[in-house]
């Protein structure tokens, strides 16, 4: 239990839940039947459990920090867009153990991040559809938002992702490009303009074509505004579609922008544009239910050492050796050594709650080279 320990110099006390609103589709004394009515009752910091019992309308604004969570053993099922916008610097949104309706040719569900200077955090989340019946339909779109990240989760759409003028960290997750239609063109894996990506253990796949078209690309980088993008990913893969005589589209499609990955990432298709091969090591991390333990690691090249630390969720800052998305003056190190680094992590009875976050990153030592690791984030379960 020693990093329960460690962890609750972090979380001395449930800070950022205030109250707890439950959403119950069947009714009941003292719940709400949509999510519509909890949210607008609700205030910043308050904790949103949506019990599974229906497949709730998710086509809503939501514009202060609150934690929405799915309240059963599996995913909550939704449908519509939820929108969130304009957060506060100073809040924070979770959104976690949400399931999109997978109904065929039903309205998908889908979230959309907008103008947010806060924290918005996903985490066991799937969102949009396996089939698209329309030429633009991602599942997962953020625009002028830079403290975004998503956790074990699955993104289906045309394109799986996209994003513009925006900071977003993913880990353990895929993003899925649509297969070609006779109604639309086959699906990216991730677009990024104008924005900093950063991926670690995550699967980026093109949807495969049909029709005589030609298919999806795993991940494509442009220009928005005269900002280039740049991407930094670690593990994973990186995949483009199939066509239907066997030729692969490209795994990565770049246009002005900084492609750095590492050794470990599995690449299907070609690369068109250089890149750079950076050795950042990777981070996981697994969270149980609180006071059950979990792990954390961190692996890299042989013979490298590293350094495995977790904090409360914080803005990104540059640092000489890369982005710190964890707070310095809150830092509890969980581990060091040669890599591979693994440890068990139980989150603190008593003062950790569903709506808070643990963030994770590591330092690698690498022939002569110091650099951190792109961040994790993942809700306490």
Same mark, same amino acid.
């Given at each position: 239990?020693?990093?329960?320990? #460690?962890? *609750? ?9 205030? @109250? ?14 949509? #999510?519509?009515?909890?949210?607008? !009752? ?37 449908? &519509?867009? #939820?929108?969130?916008? &304009? ?30 200077? *806060? ?41 799986? +992702? !996209? ?6 960290? +993913? ?5 899925? *490009? ?30 495969? @074509? ?42 990565? #499609?770049?246009? *002005? ?18 890149? !750079? ?42 640092? &000489? ?40 990153? &590591? ?19």
């Amino acid at each position: 239990m020693r990093t329960a320990a #460690l962890l *609750g110099t972090l979380f001395t006390a449930p800070a950022f839940a205030q @109250a707890t609103l439950v959403v119950d589709s069947l009714g009941g004394p003292g719940v709400f039947t949509t #999510l519509q009515a909890a949210v607008q !009752a609700a205030s910043p910091g308050d904790l949103v459990l949506v019990v599974p019992t229906g497949d709730y309308d998710f086509a809503l604004t939501v514009d202060k920090g609150l934690a929405i969570v799915g309240s059963g053993p599996g995913p909550t099922v939704f449908h &519509g867009t #939820l929108h969130v916008f &304009g957060l506060p610097a100073n809040q924070r949104c979770v959104l976690r153990r949400l399931s999109a309706n997978a109904l065929l040719f039903a309205q998908p569900g889908t979230v959309w991040i907008d103008q947010c200077a *806060g924290d918005v955090v996903l985490d066991d989340v799937v969102l949009g559809s396996p089939t698209t019946i329309s030429a633009w339909s991602p599942a997962f779109a953020i625009n002028d938002s830079n403290r975004v990240s998503m956790h074990a989760s699955t993104c289906l759409g045309n394109p799986a +992702a !996209a994003m513009s003028s925006s900071r977003f960290a +993913a880990s353990e997750t895929a993003f899925l *490009g649509t297969a070609g239609s006779a109604l639309a063109a086959p699906g990216p894996g991730l677009n990024a303009y104008g924005s900093e990506v950063r991926l670690s253990n995550c699967s980026l796949v093109g949807g495969s @074509a049909s029709f005589g078209l030609v298919a999806g690309n795993g991940l494509n980088l442009g220009v928005a505004f005269g900002v280039s993008s740049s991407a930094h990913v670690s593990g994973g893969s990186l995949v483009g579609g199939a066509s239907p005589g066997g030729q692969m589209s490209a795994a990565v #499609l770049w246009s *002005g922008s900084l492609l750095e990955i590492d050794s470990a990432v599995a690449v299907g298709g070609p690369i068109v544009g250089p890149f !750079a091969v950076q050795e950042r090591g990777r981070a996981s991390l697994a969270l149980a239910p609180i006071g059950q333990a979990g792990s954390a690691g961190f692996d890299g090249p042989a013979a490298a050492f590293g350094v495995l630390a977790a904090s409360l969720p914080a803005p990104p800052v540059a640092t &000489g050796f890369g982005e710190l998305w964890l707070d310095p003056q809150n830092l509890v190190v969980l581990a060091f050594g040669s890599v591979p680094l693994q440890v068990p992590v139980t989150m603190p009875s008593g003062a950790a709650t569903f709506a808070d976050v643990l963030a994770v990153q &590591g330092l690698l030592f690498h022939q002569g080279n110091v650099v951190l690791s792109n961040p994790i984030r993942s809700a306490v379960r």
